[in-house]
């Protein structure tokens, strides 16, 4: 079903098909109730999706793990060079830590996708001297979460209404997790 799935590193010319992924994202209720990284539902939020993700992009390069000690991880799932499923992974290479999330389109999604995206992403974390990361999820998102546990990641707190869900105009509980490897 997946034959022509292609699991990479993105590149700085990826940053159009990125950048539709993420508008195709914003229609999405479900993915954009639970995925609140470069939301893309107005103009100024459009513009600054689209600088953030080119100056990750432009930055991910040994100049940037040498100077600033940082690398933006960010796994790309395509299907005839389609996006339609990112994993990131933001590291601080001094602490050997890194911020993770995900969000795979709904057509993609039930596939085992977010897990092969995961599992790559974390390798990657770990090579680059990545020993723990972290991750919040809301607590009524029980697919994520699902695949979160069978990771490795395990729940370290539970913040009562500590996020705001745009989509929603509600505050959410949510769990933090970590994964130390």
């Known amino acids: 079903m997946d034959d022509h799935l292609v699991i990479r590193e993105a590149r700085i010319t990826d940053l159009a098909r990125i950048y539709k992924f993420f508008l195709s994202l914003e229609e999405d209720l479900v993915a954009r109730k639970f995925y609140r990284y470069l939301p893309c539902n107005t103009f100024p939020n459009r513009l600054k999706a689209l600088l953030l993700l080119f100056i990750k992009l ?3 390069n040994d100049l940037s793990v040498v100077l600033l000690k940082r690398y933006f991880i960010m796994i790309l799932g395509l299907i005839d060079d389609k996006v339609i499923g990112v994993c990131h992974i933001e590291t601080n290479l001094i602490k050997g830590e890194g911020t993770y999330g995900i969000a795979i389109l709904r057509d993609y999604r039930g596939r085992r996708i977010g ?38 990641f395990r729940v370290i707190d539970y913040i009562e209404r500590g996020d705001y869900r745009y989509t929603t105009k509600e505050f959410v509980d949510f769990y933090k997790m970590e994964l130390v490897m």
């Open 58 to 60: 432009f930055l991910n």
């Open 115 to 152: 897990y092969k995206l995961s599992s790559y992403a974390i390798m990657y974390a770990k090579k680059l001297g990545v020993n723990r990361i972290i991750l919040t999820v809301d607590s009524d998102n029980i697919t994520a979460l699902k695949l979160y546990k069978k990771l490795g």
